[in-house]
């Protein structure tokens, strides 16, 4: 089991207000070269909003949660938007914390889900003289915590379209980022076909679509593909007039989320006239919130080599989100 003497929820951070918005994205997107323009474009999607994205909020009901069931305490901090991580562990660091598990709101491997949190985490620690240890809990895509939460929206967005096709959405990254997983290749798009695999068994489904979202990034430069909008297209081409997505790449409902599904997508069924139901994330269920006791109860895992999940020789410019 490992000795932890604090708990520290990780996630990207997200603007609380309409003056947050282009100061949040330039600090997701500093020293990457966005167009100003693209910056102003992405900016409407929490404008329209009102310049809230929802992760800030999911980390205070996560960690009122937690409280419940960790007895140890909290702290939260953010990449990305204000709690931010350096202050966070300098409040560690004076309330006499020496050694923290970090649990990160994104459960697989990729540079920009695991890897660039980790080096955020390290530049925070080393901006913070006699800093705590903080050592990060295991990936979790495969967690029975995770996969019983998704199961159990998953059959709630089935009850509202019984019979419909299950199509599970993550966000796209650069290829050149999904082929440089580490030592195990690519390790963020089977890890998130592992965790479609078990919440379809779980609801006692055959089959399941595992599609893409939120691309960014010069149209020249390959993502993952495909889009959930043209997969839409395309199952209304085959004659499939119901869909249920599962953002099975995210535990909450942040802003690329509820844009790029209960908006975009959603428009997209309306024009085809294709029924379409949304499970929600894992968010605060149950079985999710008793997996980070549970992880803090395991051995302690097993650090990364320094060369896993690395970050690709040029990373396009990247997502504004991947919160989780």
């Known amino acids: 089991m490992g000795t932890y003497d604090a708990l520290l929820v990780v996630s990207f951070g997200g603007p609380e207000g309409h003056d947050d918005v282009m100061p949040f994205l330039e600090n997701v997107t500093r020293g990457r070269g966005v167009p100003r323009e693209r910056l102003l474009k992405v900016a409407e999607h929490y404008y329209a909003f009102g310049g ?16 419940q069931v960790v007895d140890l305490p909290i702290y939260w ?7 931010f991580l350096a202050e966070t562990v300098e409040q560690m660091r004076a309330d006499g914390v020496r050694k923290a598990a970090a649990f990160i709101t994104s459960a697989y491997r990729s540079y920009s889900s695991c890897r660039q949190y980790l080096d955020d985490i390290a530049l925070a620690r080393q901006a913070v003289p006699g800093a705590p240890e903080i050592v990060r809990l295991r990936h979790y895509y495969d967690h029975p915590g995770f996969i019983a939460a998704m199961a159990d929206h998953t ?10 096709r299950l199509v599970f959405t993550a966000h796209s990254i650069p290829v050149t980022m999904a082929d440089t997983a580490g030592p195990s290749g690519g390790a963020y798009e089977a890890g998130l076909r592992t965790a479609s695999a078990l919440v379809t068994e779980a609801v006692g489904r055959d089959g399941f679509d595992l599609v893409w979202q939120s691309r960014s990034g010069p149209p ?4 993952l593909a495909p889009d959930v909008n043209d997969h839409l297209r395309a199952l209304h081409a085959e004659g499939v007039g119901s869909v249920v997505l599962v953002p099975i790449g995210f ?31 894992a968010s605060v269920h ?14 302690e895992p097993f650090r990364c080599h320094a060369d896993c999940c690395p970050r690709p020789a040029r990373v396009p410019a990247a997502p504004p989100g991947q919160d989780g």
């Open 155 to 164: 059959r709630e967005a089935l009850s509202k379209a019984p019979g419909a």
């Open 52 to 67: 809230v994205s929802p992760i800030n909020q999911h980390c205070r009901d996560l960690i009122a949660a937690l409280k």
């Open 220 to 223: 020249q430069v390959p993502w």
């Open 77 to 83: 901090g953010n990449r990305n938007w204000s709690p």
């Open 286 to 299: 149950p079985r999710f919130v008793s997996m980070v006791a549970e992880l803090l109860a395991e051995p």
């Open 251 to 281: 535990v909450s409902d942040h802003m690329e989320v509820v844009h790029d599904l209960d908006v975009e997508a959603a428009e997209t069924a309306a024009e085809l006239g294709m029924t379409l139901a949304r499970a929600t994330t």
